[in-house]
């Protein structure tokens, strides 16, 4: 009993032993990348002055010539879609359903909501 008692003390004392060989020394944060080295900043480059004849000879050359005020074009018209049909579960149109949001039909007779999967050009009621 003594034998095994000291065996099992040996294990518990080298265990932590064992456990730090087994770790890695912490690695440089440039191992997995190379150096880069910082670029200075360069200085903006000056810009050219105009004179105010070369400006003039400029608006007048643009490629752009205004016409006038500006036009109002009248905005287009919504888009109608027609509401996406409702199925009951035997694939017969039911009416009066509408939808409620992603996969949710609202019965407006009763006030339900029921679970939907989409189908086709609509939703059909899930059984």
């Known amino acids: ?9 040996s294990l518990a ?5 064992v456990a730090v060989a087994q770790m890695a020394a912490p690695r440089k944060p440039t191992d997995t990348r190379p150096p880069t080295p910082v670029v200075p900043a360069q200085a903006p480059l ?4 105009n004179t105010p004849a070369q400006t003039t000879q400029q608006l007048r050359t643009h ?3 205004s016409q006038g005020p500006a036009q109002v074009v009248p905005p287009a018209p ?3 879609t027609a509401p996406p049909k409702v ?5 017969r ?8 949001g992603p996969n949710r039909v609202l019965d407006t007779r009763n006030g339900r909501y029921y679970d939907a999967v989409p189908t086709g050009d609509g939703q059909r009621i899930k059984p």
Not at 13 to 17: A, D, E, F, R
Not at 93 to 100: R, T
């Open 1 to 9: 009993m003594k034998r095994f008692f000291r065996g099992v003390v």
């Open 13 to 17: 004392v080298l265990l932590p032993l």
């Open 46 to 49: 000056p810009t050219p002055v």
């Open 63 to 65: 490629p752009i010539q």
């Open 78 to 80: 919504p888009a109608t």
């Open 87 to 91: 199925y009951d579960r035997h694939g």
């Open 93 to 100: 149109i039911v009416p009066g359903m509408k939808q409620a």
